[in-house]
Structures are given as structure tokens and as C-alpha cells.
């Protein structure tokens, strides 16, 4: 096989702990607050991430699953043979599969994740279901530039694969740079799958990420239980909540960790000072319409080829070409 022992790639850059710390300071330090959503995914948080997915308020990875469901036939139709799949994030891989049954030729398959273990997790399961699949991973933070491993063979298209709609958690500006990264990685003849997610009711997006469970809320707080574990600050966890509301003006879900009370939280040497109900911002969830994603995607040089979306419009899988 041509699996490659993660911490063999030149770009294994799983950020210092030093740079989690640095992170902290600095992010705690602005007013207002703010810690950035890479945060949330330590093996932990991945764990709660892989556990949203399972709630029944979070429509975003089961509207996903069955459009691939439906239309993995005529979405490998539409990528054409002799495939590249470059994937962004390597997620459970479930989605991944249902498309990867249906490419013509593959020429291989490239995951790119920045946390060594889930990577090496569905590359193993990957080799188990597709023998004769060529497998490179690459253990490398996607937003940086990337140096894709040498193909086995010359591929006719590289196809970068982005679902999840994880393409919204990145600001406007942000979503444009990462795209336009994109474009010039997936070459001339290339395309980007991407999955996006649909404004819709505000009540049914608000559900989404507030759980009846409490795991999203779990996920949230999640990030401060890291930062305690990694760096050795004392954030009492009780003291804090989670907070996701949808803002209608910009299309998107804000969270923000919410102090509970006044209190003060040593974070390496620094005092952090927290008012009652002062908010730490944690993420951007943004939604678009098909008019709202066109108008993104053509900021990046891009142009939508395809879209693939249920009859309530929850949900979408576009094919974005130059
Ligand atoms: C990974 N990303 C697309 C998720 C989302 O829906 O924004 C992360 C998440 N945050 C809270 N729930 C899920």
C-alpha cells in the first residue's frame, strides 16, 4: 500500500502546545473575547463532534448522507474518470465511501487532516473496503498551502472534496480566501465538491446546534476543559455556558462561551478577567442560499457546475469548477 506513516509527511504540523497557549492569551486579551474554532477538535472534541452528528436536531450530516445516498452515481458522473479525491478534513469517512464506490478509475485518494490519529483511523479503513485504491494521506493543516504526494498515475482530475459544510465556519472574507487556495490546488481541469448548508427556518438552524441532549453544549465547553488539560488554566466549567444564536442579518449561527457570574481564570502567567455575562466568541456557523454560495464562489474565480439539494432545500453538494 502507499500509506505513508503520518508522522513521515514533511507537514505534520500538529500545532506546540506553546502555540494552544499562545492562542489562548492572545484571543483572551481582545475585546471582546475571542478563541478561535480549531479549538474545539482535540481527540475529545472530535469524539463530541462525531456525537452532534448522531442528534436528531443536527439535520446538516444526515441531509448530507442521503443526498450521496440518492446521488453518488451521478455526482461520480459528473467529476468524470481517472479521479484524484483530495479530501479536506477526513471526517468518519462515511461519505467519503458512499462517493468513492462510484468513481471511475480513481487514480487515488488523498485525506488531508491535521490530527494524526483519526487520519490514520479512516486510512485503515479505507485499505479494508478498497483494496486496489491507491491511499496517500497527508497530515497537514488544509487552510496552509499543500504539497499533494505524487500521484501513482496521471490524473485527469484533481477533485478536491470539502463536505460537511464545514466551508462555514470560515467568515465571509476567510471562505473566499480558502476557495481561491482551492482553485489554484485543483489545477485547470479541476473541480471542488463541496457541501454547503441552506438558510432555512431560523427556529430549525437554532435547534441544530442547542441540542435537546446538551452534547453541542458539551462540545462548546469542551474547549475550555482542553485549554485546562493542555495549557494548565483553571476554568471552572460550571462557571460557564454555552450560547448559539442565529443572526438572520449576516446568515449565520454565533457561539460564544458565556460567563456565568464575574470571576477571574489564570491562564499560563496571565489574570483573565470576566464580567457577568461577558461572552468568549468560539465560532460562526454560516448559512447560505444557492444565489448567496454562486456569488462566494465566483469571488474566488470559481463557477457552480452542479447542485445537488433535497426538496425542502436543507441541505446542498455543489461541484464548483473554474
Ligand atoms: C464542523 N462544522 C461544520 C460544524 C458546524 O455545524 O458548524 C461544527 C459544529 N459546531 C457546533 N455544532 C457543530
Not at 488523498?110 to 486496489?132: D, W
Not at 474547549?223 to 466549567?237: H, P, Q, T, V
Not at 447560505?288 to 474565480?301: H, I, K, M, T, V
Request: hydrophobic residues 40%.
Amino acid at each position: 500500500s502507499s500509506m505513508q506513516p503520518c508522522g513521515v509527511s514533511d507537514d505534520d504540523r500538529r500545532p506546540p502546545l506553546n502555540e494552544v497557549l499562545e492562542v489562548a492569551q492572545h484571543g483572551l486579551a481582545l475585546k471582546p473575547k475571542r478563541l478561535p474554532s480549531w479549538l474545539f477538535y482535540d481527540e475529545q472534541g472530535s469524539a463530541l463532534f462525531e456525537q452532534i452528528c448522531e442528534q436528531p436536531e443536527y439535520y446538516l450530516t444526515r441531509c448530507e448522507i442521503a443526498l450521496m445516498d440518492e446521488h453518488a452515481g451521478s455526482i461520480a458522473d459528473v467529476l468524470g474518470s481517472d479521479v484524484r479525491l483530495v479530501e479536506y478534513g477526513s471526517g468518519s469517512g462515511l461519505k467519503t465511501r458512499m462517493l468513492l464506490r462510484h468513481l471511475h478509475r480513481p487514480v487515488s485518494y488523498v485525506p488531508v487532516e491535521i490530527s494524526p490519529e483519526p487520519l490514520r483511523q479512516s486510512v485503515a479503513r479505507l485499505a479494508q473496503e478498497f483494496p486496489s485504491l491507491p491511499l496517500q494521506p497527508l497530515c497537514a493543516d488544509f487552510s496552509k498551502p499543500l504539497r499533494l504526494p505524487i500521484p501513482p498515475r496521471a490524473p485527469r482530475h484533481t477533485v478536491l472534496y470539502f463536505p460537511g459544510s464545514t466551508i462555514g465556519n470560515f467568515e465571509n472574507h476567510d471562505a473566499a480566501v480558502l476557495l481561491r487556495k482551492m482553485r489554484n490546488e485543483m489545477g485547470d481541469a479541476g473541480g471542488i465538491l463541496i457541501g454547503v448548508d441552506l438558510k432555512k427556518d431560523p427556529a430549525l438552524i437554532e435547534a441544530a446546534y442547542n441540542d435537546r441532549a446538551g452534547v453541542t453544549a458539551a462540545f462548546t465547553l469542551n474547549m475550555l476543559a482542553r485549554l485546562n488539560r493542555e495549557i494548565g488554566s483553571n476554568f471552572e466549567l460550571s462557571g460557564f455556558a454555552h450560547r448559539a444564536h442565529y443572526n438572520p442579518m449576516a446568515g449565520r449561527i454565533e457561539t460564544h462561551i458565556v460567563s456565568r457570574h464575574e470571576q477571574q481564570v489564570k491562564v499560563g502567567r496571565n489574570n483573565v478577567s470576566f464580567r457577568a455575562d461577558e461572552a468568549i466568541h468560539v465560532e460562526y456557523s454560516c448559512k447560505y442560499s444557492l444565489e448567496d454560495f454562486a456569488a462566494l464562489a465566483a469571488r474566488a474565480g470559481l463557477a457552480v457546475q452542479h447542485v445537488w439539494t433535497d426538496p425542502e432545500r436543507m441541505f446542498s453538494v455543489q461541484f464548483l469548477v473554474r
